[in-house]
């Protein structure tokens, strides 16, 4: 069992930044991919981005590309979703999951999740 926790949401400006961390309750290799989701209103669960605990190699939607940047701790328990210009759009509860090999945007690739935090970026 892997347990995941989400931090770092807030309420910010269109153009601003937010940094969310995700915690993990077990050691890098225990799992291999960890991605990033959002669901806002009304709307599905989305593929944010997601990187491989081994290599660090990412991959992101084309949503955030340029913008989000994900990155891990060298311990291998937290992974970082940097998110700059940040748009009304990007409003959603992120949430962070574990999954096996390969990294996809897919979230049925993904066994355990966070809760998710809160996002919200007003215009």
């Known amino acids: 069992q892997v347990q995941l926790a989400e931090s770092g949401g807030g309420s910010v400006q269109a153009g601003g930044s937010l940094t969310l961390s995700c915690a993990a309750s077990r050691p890098r290799y225990s799992y291999y991919c960890i991605g990033w989701f959002r669901q806002a209103p009304g709307k599905g669960r989305e593929g944010v981005a997601t990187?491989?605990?081994?290599?660090?190699?990412?991959s992101y939607g084309d949503p955030v590309k340029g913008r989000f940047t994900i990155s891990r701790d060298n311990a291998g328990d937290s992974v970082y979703l940097q998110m700059n210009s940040l748009k009304p759009e990007d409003t959603a509860v992120y949430h962070c999951?574990?999954?096996?090999?390969?990294?996809?945007?897919?979230?049925?690739?993904?066994?355990?999740w966070g809760q998710g935090t809160q996002v919200i970026v007003s215009s």
């Open positions: 990187i491989w605990q081994g290599s660090g190699s990412a």
């Open positions: 999951a574990a999954g096996l090999l390969p990294c996809t945007l897919s979230r049925d690739r993904y066994k355990y």
